[in-house]
């Protein structure tokens, strides 16, 4: 399901050569960011995947693979 929501929101990733920005894709992704971050979002595994939340990464460009910043965009939020 990860894999589905992360092919959907695919063309949002983004890049300004400085830092770059893309959807969570894994359960083991989110479990780890969670765990190098010292954050609660390794267990909003079953947010992501009903898409209340939409988890995306933020990385350092020249460490892609490095957890920098973690967003959580919660999609019922009405303002």
């Given at each position: 399901r990860m894999a589905e929501i992360a092919a959907k929101c695919k063309p949002l990733a983004w890049?300004?050569?400085e830092f770059c920005i893309r959807v969570a894709a894994t359960p083991a992704e989110l479990t780890s960011e969670g765990r190098v971050l010292e954050h609660c979002v390794g267990t909003y595994?079953?947010?992501h995947c009903d898409k209340t939340d939409v988890i995306?990464?933020?990385r350092r460009a020249r460490k892609p693979s490095t957890p920098y910043f973690t967003l959580d965009i919660n999609m019922k939020l009405k303002i």
């Open positions: 890049s300004d050569g595994h079953k947010k995306f990464f933020v």
